[in-house]
């Protein structure tokens, strides 16, 4: 599986903006897909992710009510909807897939990840 993330850039604070990550393979929803992001000088974390149907969704804590995950099995493409955007969400933002069950939110648990877009928020 080959996984291609796009749409960071530079946003004000209180923003929103549109992650999408498009996968490559014909089994998409057999994976359950998760977005990690890095802060400069930080490391990596959890941010959210998505079961193969769709039906579960899992959320970092900080996350809770302004970030969305989402799934087009059809497109083979997971998006992360980010609304109400602080000057602490910078960082690089990577999509990463895994076909294992478990914690959602343990970076182990992945198997493939894209090359990370970023996303700058000014204050």
């Known amino acids: 599986v080959q996984l291609q993330a796009s749409g960071g850039g530079l946003v004000q604070t209180g923003g929103s903006l549109r992650l999408s990550c498009a996968a490559s393979?014909?089994?998409?929803?057999?994976?359950?897909m998760a977005w990690f992001r890095q802060a400069p000088g930080r490391e990596r974390e959890f941010a959210a992710a998505?079961?193969?149907?769709?039906?579960?969704?899992y959320y970092a804590d900080s996350l809770k009510g302004r970030f969305t995950i989402s799934r087009d099995n059809a497109e083979s493409t997971v998006y992360l909807q980010m609304s109400s955007l602080k000057p602490e969400d910078t960082a690089v933002y990577y999509c990463?897939?895994?076909?294992?069950?478990?914690?959602?939110?343990?970076?182990?648990?992945?198997?493939?990840w894209g090359q990370g877009t970023l996303v700058t928020v000014s204050s």
């Open positions: 990463a897939a895994t076909p294992y069950s478990g914690a959602p939110w343990f970076s182990a648990l992945y198997k493939y």
């Open positions: 393979g014909r089994t998409f929803s057999s994976y359950t």
């Open positions: 998505i079961t193969g149907s769709g039906g579960s969704t």
